[in-house]
């Protein structure tokens, strides 16, 4: 029989509005940060690790391969091979599933898999006249030809280019196809607003109880080191319905319902998890927070509802672990917007949807709104793009060790329509 595939454990720096307490680190040097705090604190041989398998969604262009940049500036031993996977909101999902395929095939007993994402530090682009006129200068040797490159120049070839989060295909940023979902799904601005509310509430009781003591780590800032971060610092405990409900709608400002409020926000961040075979785990005396049973990735047209992924990914999950929904005990859902958890739920409930759509007499099962994310989602906590899949994995495993649940699930939707399901597993 192949080898379960183990998660020893996860760690998470604190999540942090961009901008604020990581506004001058890249997504390098945070997950070099929690890399380096996850071996610690595993007391794990480093020379042990075979791969790093890092996400990461809007990467460097001086240092694209992440995960090979966090094996030589962590000090992990330079044998050590590391890639970068990119797939959306899901690429520390990705990263885990390919060290399972790792470790599953008995190709390596030993990989790290995690994400980081700094909105803080994305790449401004110059317009195509200007790179241009910079790429031509830079040929000339007289200072008379490097001015002459620029002859042609404008004003307005001088206006930086920065990435916006939206779909290439649609046109349209993440929050416009999230307001398309509510319009079509009738998904109440009020019904959000509550459901915004509940995570920020959840996760600043789980804060509070010491809940995330075991995945979230303290963050010295480099390179002064006089700032340190303990906690995630977009969680508001103080939130009510009342000033939910006041805040005007950003991406469709006239008869949309998606506010500031109730959308996850742009987040710097970075998560990690040590991943073992079950037989290296146990002969090395390890206690794995949980096992990863099964996955499964699904992707639909991005003109269709661009965040149902998880709908379609999940039945083939479950399926894969031979479990139904009835047995799940503990249910974590990526919250990108308080419209798109709903819809996702509407649909996995949906009779229609699973004869039309998904091939299926009966909906996959009824999801209870209460009953998914008990420490909070990725509106109150942030959403660092690619760290935010780990961060999902190990709270989930955390949470089967506290409740004694058996199983537990994890969703997550993802630009391009994807969406992806993964199974885990206790003891
Ligand atoms: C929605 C979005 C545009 C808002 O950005 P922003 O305007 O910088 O957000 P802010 O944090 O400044 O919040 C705006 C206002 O809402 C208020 N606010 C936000 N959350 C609140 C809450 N829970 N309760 C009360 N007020 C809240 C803020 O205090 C702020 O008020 P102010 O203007 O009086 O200071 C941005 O977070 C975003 O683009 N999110 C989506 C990201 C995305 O697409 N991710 C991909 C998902 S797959």
């Known amino acids: 029989m192949p ?3 183990a998660i020893i454990r996860g760690l998470r720096t604190p999540f942090a509005k961009s901008g604020t307490h990581y506004a001058r680190l890249t997504a390098l040097d945070l997950g070099k940060i929690v890399v380096a705090e996850l071996i610690e604190r595993s007391g794990i041989n480093p020379n042990s690790v075979q791969e790093v398998v890092y996400g990461n969604v809007i990467p460097s262009v001086k240092a694209p391969n992440i995960a090979r940049e966090i094996v030589l500036g962590t000090g992990l031993p330079k044998k050590i091979p590391g890639y970068t996977v990119g797939k959306a909101c899901a690429s520390s999902n990705q990263a885990i599933a390919d060290a399972a395929g790792m470790i599953y095939r008995g ?6 898999a995690g994400g980081a994402e700094s909105l803080s530090d ?15 200068a830079s040929r000339q040797k007289s200072i008379g030809g490097k001015l002459g490159a620029f002859t042609r120049i404008r004003p ?3 206006a930086p280019d920065a990435p916006a989060i939206a779909e290439s295909t649609t046109g349209l940023t993440m929050g416009e196809s999230a307001e398309k979902m509510a319009k079509e799904n009738h998904i109440s601005r009020q019904a959000q607003d509550r459901f915004a509310l509940q995570s920020h509430q959840r996760a600043a009781g789980a804060t509070a109880s010491g809940r995330f003591k075991d995945e979230v780590m303290t963050v010295v800032v480099p390179p002064s080191y006089e700032s340190v971060v303990e906690s995630d610092n977009l969680i508001r405990a103080d939130s009510t319905l009342d000033a939910l409900s006041k805040l005007r ?8 319902t998606i506010t500031a409020g109730n959308s996850s926000p742009l987040t710097d961040g970075a998560s990690a998890v040590l991943m073992m075979s079950e037989e290296k785990a146990k002969a090395e005396g390890h206690k794995p927070i949980g096992y990863l049973k099964s996955y499964a990735f699904a992707a639909i047209d991005p003109f269709d509802q661009l965040l149902q992924g998880p709908v379609f990914a999940l039945p083939i999950a479950l399926e894969r672990a031979k479990v139904t929904l009835k047995d799940i005990g503990v249910i974590e859902m990526h919250e990108a917007f308080a419209a798109q958890v ?4 509407q649909w996995i409930g949906s009779k229609k949807i699973a004869q039309e759509r998904l091939g299926r007499s009966e909906p996959v099962g009824e999801i209870d709104p209460e009953k998914i994310n008990p420490t909070g989602g ?7 793009f690619g760290a935010t899949g780990a961060r999902i994995v190990t709270t989930v495993c955390n949470e089967l060790q506290r ?3 058996q199983y537990g699930l994890v969703t997550v939707c993802a630009a391009g329509g994807m969406g992806v399901a993964m199974v885990l597993e206790r003891e």
């Open 249 to 256: 709608p950003v991406f469709d400002r006239k008869y949309g």
């Open 342 to 345: 709903l819809s996702n739920i």
């Open 378 to 384: 990725s509106i109150a906590l942030g959403h660092p």
């Open 122 to 136: 994305i790449p401004v682009l110059f317009s195509k006249n200007f790179s241009d006129a910079l790429v031509k």
């Open 403 to 405: 409740t004694g649940q």
């Open 3 to 5: 080898s379960r595939v």
């Open 156 to 158: 307005k070839d001088l």
């Open 107 to 112: 190709y390596a007993d030993t990989v790290i």
